[in-house]
Structures are given as structure tokens and as C-alpha cells.
């Protein structure tokens, strides 16, 4: 499935954080590849456009980052008229394409293992293509660390161990996977009330009575938000209420230390004790970030609050971003933006179309009277606004931008890299100091001098990385300028 990216709504996501579609990179172990489509068929390319897998998979997914020298270092997943099976980085089918879906091969403790789809069934293979769990499972789930996995079967779910044995029947209407703790979330349809969620161990025993109209999973803090009776509380992993149940609304997952909870339609923040530390006042509340503030919502207006409940940005705008790293957030007015910074003052303001977050260089990008261009912390123009499209800045320093139906990269002062020589009808980051680009319906790849190091001959063209577990036409990206 190809990924279609509308530049002036990518830049409206750039104002909760920096836009940039580029790979991550992983197993450094794995040459820089790509995957393209050509003539309808997927293959991989290193960064000379060489093909190390050839162009003959319908689809090709990750690669497992371990395994056997049968491996090749990893099996990755590819479909061969309408059949999945597994090829290895030499791009030799090792086990045949016979299965209707598959997933990245893991380790469970018992060497690499792929789940599979037959027949409608899910089970597991080995990288011999031997089956280790038979596919006779509605619905079969990973393995956890307790070596138990979560499958579906005559509607009811239960729970296997590695020899494929039940250790816990499949007994229950809806479950959920064990968590690092051993314990694992359930629905007993014969608990009273209709039914009702517990927690169970590993030996299926309930540690924790299915008494609850919702059970959510523990937190950081050792908590987890229940309901009971139509009100939220939290209990500890022995079960006992720490918190009492009388909250409209209480936070799934209690992992800082404070979570929002709602009373009689108001929103505010309770400690790990219960103790209700901002009082339920706002119309909405979102947690506190890692600065230290949460936006709050107060008559359909946005600020912030500190940890203490005093308001740091008074709730006056239309929308508010998280803090920078210089100090600022952008904030918008009547659909403008500006940048507040920590004791809420206006310090640019809201002129703006669309802005960014800024970068660790203390950049935005911005949209000002129909142009791009980027600005620092004052609101000054660094690169004044000429442009007619533009990305932010790469974590390298460069920035790609259209003007007069071309497209360039410039560094941090404005200079171009290169007089662009082709009409890129699409463009976009691809890594390892590539960029894709679209000349004439083909895609190619050029590098930071503008040079055209790999010809416009795919159809379809993915990013550079090193972590070939991360491969996907999922990745192929279109960048609709429209």
C-alpha cells in the first residue's frame, strides 16, 4: 500500500513535532537497501541501484534481524502469486510461497519462529518451514515470557504452551496477553452481572476476582484503572482498591505521577494516593509531559498548568503544541499561530498560517502569506519566505524546498546545494543522504549535490536503511503537492 503524504497537511502535523519522512535506522550489521517496484514486481537495491534481491515478489516484507546460516542471517517474507513464503538475503526462496499470510520470524527461547495463515488456521514454523505449532487456531498471539501464548478457537479464548498443550483452557469471552508480571486480563462471561474482568496467573487461577465492569492493565505506578459500579478507580497488583472508585473517568495507564481523572464532567489530576492534587475544573486535560506542564482545556480554550495546578499559559487559544527545547510553544489565534514561551507570554505573534516545532538548532519552519520560510525564537526570518513548498531541517542540517516549480536542498543559511536540474513532480528524504524523486512518472534517487547517482526508472521507491527488518511497500511514499 503506497503512502500518500499532502505536504500543506504534513506541515500542519509539523506543529506537534518535526516532520521528516525518513527511515530510522536499526541492525547496522544490514548494507543500506531499499526496497522498489518495477514493472510491478518488488525487489531490494543497495545505494549504487543495484538490485540484491531481484524485481520478481508481489510484496516483500522485514527480515528477521538473527538467524542460521540457512538464513543467511534472517528470513524475510514475500508473496509469489498470491502465496507468502520466506527468502533469505541472498533473495533464494528457502521456504516455498504456500501460505496465505505470514509474519518476521522470533525468538521464543526454541529458536526462530514465523506464524503462518493455512486454510483460514494460524500456527508457527521454523526456518526449515517444519510446523512447531499446527495452524488450527482462529487467532494466535506471540508468545509472552512466561512461554504462554493467547489463541482463539470455537470462539472462546485460551492460552498454550510452546508444545502447543492448553495450560489454560480456552474458556473465556475476550482475554488479553500476559503482561511482564505474569498477569494476564479476562473476561468470565459466568461471573455475575453479565459477566465480568479479572486477572489471572499462569496457572489460569484468578489472582485478581473478575469483579469489574473494565480491568485495564497496570502502569508504571503498579496501578490499574477499574471500573465498578460505573465508577473509575485503581487497585495494586494484589488486587486491593488503593484508590476508591468514584471517577467518571480515571486514566487507563497510571504511569507518571499523576493521572487525569473526571468528576461530574470535569477533568483535573490525582497523585498515586488518590488525593486530588488539580482540582476537576478544566473542560479536558491531557497529562503532564516530560517538562513538567499539562494543557488543559477551560471554555473550549487551551493553556498549560504546572505540577502544582498554577497556570503557566493562561487557556486562551485555539490549539497549543508541546514546548521546544528553547523554551517556546506554538499556540494559534482565529487560525493563526505564534509561540508562547514558559510564564505564557506572547513572545511571537500569531501571524503565522502553519509553523513547526523548533528544531535543536532553534529553527521553524513556518507558512507566512502563502510561503515558506523559517524563523528563530524572536519570530525572525532567517530564511525569509520565498518558498513555494518546504520540508524542515534533516537531523544533517539540509532542507528541501520548491520554488518556481523546482526543487532544492539549502543549509541552514538559505544557500542552495544545487541548481536543480529536473522537474521533480514528487520528492521526498530517503536516507543515508539520498533523496527520492519522481521525474516523469519514474522514481530515482539523488544525492545532497543534486546529482542523479541512481536513474528515475521505478515505478515505486522506498527509503534507505540498515535495519532490512524494517522492509515494507507500506513505505513507498507519494508526496501529493496539490
Request: net charge negative.
Amino acid at each position: 500500500m503506497k503512502t500518500t503524504i499532502n505536504l500543506l497537511l504534513a506541515l500542519a502535523v509539523a506543529t506537534i513535532q518535526p516532520l521528516r519522512a525518513q527511515n530510522t535506522l536499526g541492525n547496522a550489521s544490514d548494507p543500506y537497501a531499499a526496497i522498489v517496484q518495477i514493472d510491478g514486481k518488488v525487489g531490494i537495491i543497495n545505494d549504487k541501484g543495484e538490485f540484491i534481491i531481484p524485481p520478481k515478489y508481489d510484496d516483500i516484507r522485514g527480515f528477521a534481524s538473527t538467524g542460521s546460516a540457512r538464513g543467511g542471517g534472517g528470513l524475510g517474507a514475500v508473496m509469489l502469486d498470491g502465496e507468502w513464503g520466506y527468502i533469505d538475503r541472498r533473495g533464494e526462496l528457502v521456504i516455498p510461497a504456500r501460505y496465505e499470510m505470514t509474519y518476521g520470524f522470533h525468538d521464543y527461547g526454541m529458536g526462530l519462529w514465523a506464524q503462518v495463515t493455512v486454510e483460514g488456521k494460524e500456527g508457527y514454523i521454523d526456518e526449515t518451514g517444519k510446523y512447531t505449532i499446527p495452524p488450527r487456531f482462529d487467532v494466535l498471539t506471540r508468545f509472552a515470557n512466561n512461554g504462554l501464548a493467547l489463541v482463539r478457537t470455537g470462539g472462546k479464548w485460551g492460552y498454550i504452551d510452546r508444545d502447543c498443550n492448553f495450560v489454560i483452557p480456552p474458556v473465556y469471552e475476550e482475554a488479553i496477553d500476559f503482561d511482564e508480571n505474569g498477569l494476564a486480563r479476562v473476561f468470565d462471561a459466568t461471573a455475575s452481572g453479565g459477566g465480568k474482568w479479572g486477572y489471572i496467573d499462569r496457572t489460569g487461577r484468578f489472582a485478581i476476582p473478575a469483579v469489574y465492569e473494565e480491568a485495564w492493565e497496570f502502569g508504571a505506578q503498579g496501578l490499574a484503572s477499574v471500573k465498578i459500579d460505573g465508577k473509575y478507580g485503581y487497585i495494586d497488583r494484589g488486587g486491593e482498591l488503593v484508590i476508591p472508585a468514584k471517577f467518571d473517568y480515571a486514566e487507563q495507564l497510571f504511569d507518571s505521577s499523576f493521572a487525569v481523572v473526571a468528576l461530574d464532567g470535569k477533568y483535573g489530576f490525582i497523585d498515586r494516593g488518590g488525593k486530588l492534587v488539580v482540582p476537576a475544573k478544566y473542560d479536558y486535560a491531557i497529562n503532564f509531559y516530560g517538562d513538567g506542564v499539562a494543557a488543559v482545556q477551560l471554555n473550549g480554550k487551551w493553556g498549560y498548568i504546572d505540577k502544582t495546578g498554577k497556570t503557566v499559559v493562561q487557556p486562551k487559544y485555539d490549539d497549543i503544541a508541546p514546548f521546544s527545547d528553547n523554551g517556546l510553544a506554538a499556540v494559534s489565534m482565529g487560525y493563526k499561530w505564534g509561540f508562547v514561551n514558559r510564564n505564557g507570554t506572547l513572545v511571537v505573534p500569531a501571524k503565522f498560517d502553519m509553523v513547526s516545532g523548533f528544531d535543536k538548532e532553534g529553527m521553524a519552519l513556518v507558512l507566512y502569506r502563502g510561503k515558506y520560510g523559517f524563523v528563530d525564537g524572536t519570530g525572525k526570518f532567517l530564511i525569509p519566505a520565498r518558498y513555494d513548498l518546504a520540508w524542515v531541517f534533516s537531523d544533517d542540517g539540509v532542507a528541501a524546498v520548491l520554488l518556481n516549480g523546482r526543487w532544492t536542498y539549502i543549509d541552514r543559511t538559505g544557500k542552495p546545494l544545487f541548481a536543480s536540474t529536473y522537474d521533480f513532480e514528487e520528492y521526498y528524504f530517503a536516507g543515508n543522504g539520498l533523496a527520492a524523486v519522481n521525474i516523469g512518472g519514474k522514481w530515482g534517487y539523488i544525492d545532497r549535490s543534486g546529482k542523479l547517482v541512481i536513474p528515475a526508472k521505478f515505478d515505486e521507491a522506498g527509503g534507505f536503511t540498515n535495519d532490512w527488518s524494517s522492509f515494507s511497500p507500506d513505505d513507498f511514499v507519494s508526496v501529493d503537492k496539490d
